[in-house]
């Protein structure tokens, strides 16, 4: 480096290798379409099958039958003739520059019976002797990526799926395609919801509005429609990407400990690690889990008692006062709870990547639902059973702090969400950009100005890329934001404009941060979107309940009309009945 404290070790493999391991490791090319049509056609006596012929009939798929299909990589003993098969991607090249930065990864991490270099890179970095381990970024490839960022017409499904996955691999990529999904289908949702939160306003405001019902139950239908459409659509990416059976080949994480045993099944070496000891781990995570999610519902207890004293004192401004410290509260214990997290999903020492995640998303996740929710299940099902303070309003509900619990609910709810699609977005492009110009600075002291730097170490300056954690950061935002969304719909309707415009931001903002300020990221496999997709769908079906106990209970809709007279006598503008 330029300071002379740094190596710089350029990794690559010579092509007879790539060949060679590519084989050993089944790595899975695509195939050409018309040579695999032409192949059959004729049949093989060397590899004993007869001419196969596949009709193809449009009108049950619009994917050709030859269209897609991936084949397992063989050298081929007596030429080349049978390399023909795969397909030769740009590069005049069967493996693409894609498949070249996998195999090379692959190679560098791969134990020796494995046939690979055994070289433990999360090892070397926990103790400082490797920096940084990353691929160049490459302007031939990201140019495509960069246009439809700085095109303010191009919508998050307007994106160039394939390009992005070439860049980022396909684990990357599939965030951005459940995010161009699920924008795409809230377009009609965003502008019904906006016409429906102004007849809210224009009536009163009364947000107990008869109309909220029927949009609640639409919404309902709507995100169950949503995910079903989904998961047809990631099943057909995975089968055009070559990743319908990813998990079953999967390779092991460098970090999984085990002893090598040859296989009962396979007869081949593979690494084993006992379930017992495993379960003994779990159970210490889960209760590490259950002392944290006990502090959380603590200190959401010890928030609205502070709003109880606050009532007598400052009158209706406590309530905002409250919301506000939830809302600190929420990022703060996700910040704490994330690392412990990680922390605990290590030592469980899953054996794949994809176990890893799939762990390590539930545990995020039920935390984070209990600290982001906590606070909305109090305010619309119980603060209106509670007694109030002698000093209040009295024809104010319960702990509500105003004649029902919807306003306060819609309100809490305008200002946490809103937050995490504002104030969020800025935050996050703003510490990156800080992390970004530190980092720089740092790297560059001492170094005289003019002086040459060249390419890798100017790349070295950039953050580091993590697929893993960037894409569980990505998928929690947007696993909160879409409970919001769903849970308490009835409440403010034009929550999915607000969804929608964030998602517009969101994938614009990730894009440019991991080409501008962040290295270029090792390119992983994936089959689907993993638990995500399960919590997604758990959420749709918790909003049965949730809505239905805000139209039976929280709401005035259902309630007589000498239980609400009460209080609408007292009100400046009383609903329009």
């Given at each position: 480096?330029?300071?002379?404290?740094?190596?710089?070790?350029?990794?690559?493999?010579?092509?007879?290798?790539?060949?060679?391991?590519?084989?050993?490791?089944?790595?899975?090319?695509?195939?050409?379409?018309?040579?695999?049509?032409?192949?059959?056609?004729?049949?093989?006596?060397?590899?004993?099958?007869?001419?196969?012929?596949?009709?193809?009939?449009?009108?049950?798929?619009?994917?050709?039958?030859?269209?897609?299909?991936?084949?397992?990589?063989?050298?081929?003993?007596?030429?080349?003739?049978?390399?023909?098969?795969?397909?030769?991607?740009?590069?005049?090249?069967?493996?693409?520059?894609?498949?070249?930065?996998?195999?090379?990864?692959?190679?560098?991490?791969?134990?020796?019976?494995?046939?690979?270099?055994?070289?433990?890179?999360?090892?070397?970095?926990?103790?400082?002797?490797?920096?940084?381990?990353?691929?160049?970024?490459?302007?031939?490839?990201?140019?495509?990526?960069?246009?439809?960022?700085?095109?303010?017409?191009?919508?998050?499904?307007?994106?160039?799926?394939?390009?992005?996955?070439?860049?980022?691999?396909?684990?990357?990529?599939?965030?951005?395609?459940?995010?161009?999904?699920?924008?795409?289908?809230?377009?009609?949702?965003?502008?019904?919801?906006?016409?429906?939160?102004?007849?809210?306003?224009?009536?009163?405001?009364?947000?107990?509005?008869?109309?909220?019902?029927?949009?609640?139950?639409?919404?309902?239908?709507?995100?169950?429609?949503?995910?079903?459409?989904?998961?047809?659509?990631?099943?057909?990416?995975?089968?055009?990407?070559?990743?319908?059976?990813?998990?079953?080949?999967?390779?092991?994480?460098?970090?999984?400990?085990?002893?090598?045993?040859?296989?009962?099944?396979?007869?081949?070496?593979?690494?084993?690690?006992?379930?017992?000891?495993?379960?003994?781990?779990?159970?210490?995570?889960?209760?590490?889990?259950?002392?944290?999610?006990?502090?959380?519902?603590?200190?959401?207890?010890?928030?609205?008692?502070?709003?109880?004293?606050?009532?007598?004192?400052?009158?209706?401004?406590?309530?905002?006062?409250?919301?506000?410290?939830?809302?600190?509260?929420?990022?703060?214990?996700?910040?704490?709870?994330?690392?412990?997290?990680?922390?605990?999903?290590?030592?469980?020492?899953?054996?794949?990547?994809?176990?890893?995640?799939?762990?390590?998303?539930?545990?995020?996740?039920?935390?984070?639902?209990?600290?982001?929710?906590?606070?909305?299940?109090?305010m619309a099902f119980i603060a209106m059973w509670l007694p109030k303070d002698d000093s209040e309003n009295s024809h104010y509900l319960g702990q509500c702090g105003y004649y029902n619990c919807m306003a306060p609910l819609a309100s809490n709810l305008a200002i946490i969400y809103g937050s995490r699609v504002t104030i969020d977005n800025?935050?996050?492009?703003?510490?990156?950009?800080?992390?970004?110009?530190?980092?720089?600075?740092?790297?560059?002291?001492?170094?005289?100005?003019?002086?040459?730097?060249?390419?890798?170490?100017?790349?070295?300056?950039?953050?580091?890329?993590?697929?893993?954690?960037?894409?569980?950061?990505?998928?929690?935002?947007?696993?909160?934001?879409?409970?919001?969304?769903?849970?308490?719909?009835?409440?403010?309707?034009?929550?999915?404009?607000?969804?929608?415009?964030?998602?517009?931001?969101?994938?614009?903002?990730?894009?440019?941060?991991?080409?501008?300020?962040?290295?270029?990221?090792?390119?992983?496999?994936?089959?689907?979107?993993?638990?995500?997709?399960?919590?997604?769908?758990?959420?749709?079906?918790?909003?049965?309940?949730?809505?239905?106990?805000?139209?039976?209970?929280?709401?005035?809709?259902?309630?007589?009309?000498?239980?609400?007279?009460?209080?609408?006598?007292?009100?400046?503008?009383?609903?329009?009945?």
């Amino acid at each position: 480096s330029v300071q002379k404290d740094e190596l710089i070790i350029l990794f690559t493999l010579e092509t007879r290798y790539l060949r060679r391991f590519a084989a050993k490791m089944d790595y899975l090319l695509p195939l050409d379409p018309n040579q695999t049509r032409s192949m059959l056609s004729k049949g093989s006596k060397k590899h004993k099958f007869k001419a196969v012929k596949i009709a193809d009939e449009p009108r049950f798929s619009k994917l050709r039958p030859y269209d897609h299909v991936y084949g397992k990589f063989r050298e081929d003993e007596d030429g080349e003739d049978e390399e023909k098969v795969y397909q030769v991607h740009e590069n005049g090249c069967i493996f693409s520059p894609l498949d070249k930065l996998k195999l090379m990864y692959m190679a560098l991490l791969a134990p020796k019976h494995k046939h690979g270099c055994k070289v433990q890179v999360t090892l070397l970095e926990e103790q400082e002797q490797l920096k940084a381990l990353f691929p160049m970024h490459s302007p031939k490839y990201f140019a495509t990526i960069l246009k439809s960022v700085w095109t303010w017409s191009a919508m998050p499904w307007d994106l160039p799926f394939e390009d992005i996955k070439n860049y980022f691999g396909e684990r990357s990529a599939l965030f951005y395609v459940f995010m161009s999904h699920q924008s795409q289908w809230l377009l009609g949702p965003a502008i019904i919801g906006t016409v429906f939160q102004i007849v809210v306003f224009s009536t009163g405001p009364n947000y107990s509005h008869p109309s909220l019902c029927f949009f609640a139950v639409l919404m309902m239908l709507w995100g169950v429609l949503m995910l079903k459409f989904y998961k047809r659509k990631e099943s057909r990416t995975a089968l055009e990407w070559g990743m319908s059976d990813y998990e079953s080949k999967e390779v092991d994480r460098p970090e999984f400990k085990g002893e090598i045993i040859t296989s009962p099944v396979t007869g081949q070496f593979e690494l084993y690690y006992p379930p017992g000891e495993r379960r003994n781990k779990l159970l210490y995570s889960q209760s590490v889990i259950t002392v944290s999610v006990t502090l959380v519902l603590g200190c959401v207890a010890a928030i609205y008692v502070m709003r109880f004293i606050l009532e007598s004192y400052v009158g209706l401004y406590a309530s905002t006062v409250a919301s506000t410290l939830m809302t600190v509260q929420i990022q703060v214990f996700n910040i704490v709870y994330y690392s412990l997290a990680k922390n605990l999903n290590k030592q469980e020492n899953h054996k794949t990547n994809t176990r890893f995640e799939d762990a390590l998303v539930v545990k995020l996740f039920v935390f984070q639902f209990i600290n982001s929710y906590i606070s909305f299940f109090y305010m619309a099902f119980i603060a209106m059973w509670l007694p109030k303070d002698d000093s209040e309003n009295s024809h104010y509900l319960g702990q509500c702090g105003y004649y029902n619990c919807m306003a306060p609910l819609a309100s809490n709810l305008a200002i946490i969400y809103g937050s995490r699609v504002t104030i969020d977005n800025i935050v996050a492009i703003a510490t990156d950009f800080y992390y970004y110009m530190d980092k720089k600075s740092n790297e560059m002291s001492g170094v005289p100005e003019g002086a040459h730097i060249p390419p890798p170490e100017k790349e070295f300056m950039l953050l580091k890329s993590d697929v893993l954690n960037d894409n569980l950061e990505l998928f929690s935002d947007v696993a909160i934001q879409f409970g919001f969304t769903m849970l308490f719909v009835t409440a403010l309707p034009i929550s999915l404009l607000g969804t929608l415009l964030s998602n517009y931001v969101r994938v614009k903002l990730q894009l440019w941060k991991a080409i501008k300020l962040k290295q270029r990221p090792i390119p992983e496999g994936a089959q689907d979107i993993g638990n995500w997709q399960t919590i997604f769908f758990m959420i749709c079906l918790l909003s049965v309940l949730t809505n239905g106990g805000i139209m039976c209970f929280t709401m005035d809709t259902l309630k007589t009309k000498e239980e609400v007279a009460q209080y609408e006598d007292s009100m400046s503008t009383p609903p329009n009945e």
